[in-house]
């Protein structure tokens, strides 16, 4: 008994940042596999209807440019930063390329097929 009554009370705050679980949660369901799932049926719905003559070409290219923005939204953004932080970092100076090749050059075979078609008895 005594062990529930050294637990934390029901009023103390969490341990943690409530905006960010929420916008973890959030990220979590717009591109997880319910995101993925439903913009496969979207897709799918779209061409069925522009096929048939029911949609617009460009209304139905529109949800379909969406969709990939949707879902291609983390690594546009992984891209453009990576881009931002390469150009704040001064270039590496070229590394000296060395031959460790230790059979050194290798001479030129012949022709591979020579023969090929030659009957040998």
Known sequence: MTGLLASSSLFAPRPGNAVLGSVQWLTGTLL????????VIAIAFVGFQMLSGRLPIMRGLRVIVGCFLLLGAPVVAASISGL??????????????????PRGDVPPAGDP???ASLRRD
Not at 85 to 97: C, D, L, N
């Open 84 to 101: 931002w932080q390469q150009s704040s970092v001064p270039p590496a100076p070229p590394a000296s390329q060395q031959n460790d090749d």
């Open 113 to 115: 097929y020579a023969g």
């Open 32 to 39: 997880g596999t319910v995101a993925i799932s439903l913009c």
